[in-house]
């Protein structure tokens, strides 16, 4: 049975940093693509990250060279590294699992792509 876990959220000022955890059971997830998502109130979830069986990893504008997207292979966790945080990061944030990427690869950067989801972990940045 496929579960991730989220870990790691918190409340932070604005130029903070947060390390989010997702660990992942029931499958081994290093052989698949895996991401982060966030859904902010009243938003639709929007990809942040994803990262393949290669190691071929995407951001979203909105995060690129403030986030960092890794993972643990020996503890089947993924990470993700906030740093600089700003107000409009406040959102709850998802990790997720692409298990029907041919050969690893991610299907897309789509809410859509991805069949296996945890329960979230709630990122608030102060100002």
């Known amino acids: 049975q496929v579960q991730l876990v989220e870990s790691g959220g918190g409340s932070v000022q604005a130029g903070g940093s947060l390390r989010l955890s997702c660990a992942a059971s029931?499958?081994?997830?290093?052989?698949?693509?895996m991401g982060w998502f966030r859904q902010a109130p009243g938003k639709e979830r929007e990809g942040v990250a994803t990262i393949n069986l290669y190691g071929y990893i995407t951001y979203a504008e909105a995060v690129k060279g403030r986030f960092t997207i890794s993972r643990d292979n020996a503890k089947n966790t993924l990470h993700l590294q906030m740093n600089s945080l700003k107000p409009e990061d406040t959102a709850m944030y998802y990790c997720?699992?692409?298990?029907?990427?041919?050969?690893?690869?991610?299907?897309?950067?789509?809410?859509?792509?991805?069949?296996?989801w945890g329960q979230g972990t709630q990122v608030t940045v102060s100002s």
């Open positions: 029931g499958y081994t997830a290093s052989n698949y693509c």
């Open positions: 997720a699992a692409d298990l029907n990427g041919r050969r690893g690869l991610c299907r897309g950067r789509t809410e859509a792509d991805f069949g296996y």
